[in-house]
């Protein structure tokens, strides 16, 4: 065979291998290990989507142990809930795809499996595998008809050995159109690895600044000092890219005082303060998370001087960034 037909023939065995490697974006690792559940026992779980099938899906956790999962009538699927007031949004069954990460409850059955009786996600999750979805399976279809068409050019690779000027301009095509393919993987490869880094950090915070405001003893009515700091730190919000920002507003106390009443005392001053932000300030309510009153535990400073108890009535306004949502 001359050299001519050699290269047509390894160039369109080419084209057939770059174009396979588009189906490895959602391959399984080689270290992931099957979960087998025993019969009855009841377990939570917490994961990524991997596969989805008709009725079930497989959900791979952080230490790569991947469990298949059941859908039933009875399976509930919704969102976490958010906030103290607010409960989740229910969803069918057809919402759980691939790159989702979510939490699943339920009881073993005796094939090992997990039958789901709850499904929880959170919505930004569901946004993000539904826009890998749109990047990740046009590309695996493109794969697997290009494989088709390979297949049927090698067996005609016999036939066109001896039109050598056609083989030329045939591996010149194979040789562009494997490069289309390569960099089609490539980039589905890439857009997938981000949204998988956008969902692993949904769920970490990294804190921006913490704003503190003072109380007089025994009261939860916000003096003007703590209007003045709140004021001050609202202009130069008003100035920063808020979108991926979330607020803690957790409140303390001294130790003056019985523990119930330091513990009602400081929710009393946390409710103060977050209606000023939402009042004034026209926060949204949905990105304060976790209001909460200590009391007279986690002080700041020592309770036993006059200076440390007015450190320790305080308010802390905890300002935090979400990896997920900001890319980080």
Known sequence: MS?????????VLGLFFAVANINKVFAQDKTTAARQITSGQKLKIQGIVVKRGADSFKVRD???????????????????NHGIFRGGTTYVA???VRGLRLQVEGVGNIEGQLVASLVKFDEQDLRTAQALQVYVEPVEHLGESN??????TEKNAAKLAGQIDENTSL????????????????????????????????GLYDTLKVITVYFQSGSSLLPAEAIATIDDEGDWAAVQNTEA????????????????????LSEERTKAVIDY????HAFPLERIIRPFGFGAEKPAADN??????????????RVLVNRGIAGI
């Open 94 to 96: 057809d919402y759980i």
């Open 245 to 264: 920002w979330v607020v803690e507003v957790v409140g303390f106390a001294d130790s003056s005082g019985g523990a119930k009443f330091n513990k009602q």
């Open 147 to 152: 494989q088709q068409r390979i297949s049927a």
């Open 171 to 202: 591996a010149t095509a194979a040789q562009a159109s494997a490069t289309r393919a390569r960099i089609t993987a490539d980039s589905a490869l890439k857009s997938a690895t981000e949204a998988n880094k956008r969902i692993g950090g949904l």
């Open 62 to 80: 952080t230490k790569s142990l991947e469990t298949d999962v059941v859908l039933t009538d009875a399976t509930k699927v919704r969102t976490h």
């Open 3 to 11: 050299a001519k037909k050699q290269v047509t023939i390894l160039l």
């Open 277 to 280: 932000l939402v009042l004034k």
């Open 304 to 317: 036993a001087t006059r200076d440390g108890r007015a450190r320790n009535r305080r308010v802390e306004i």
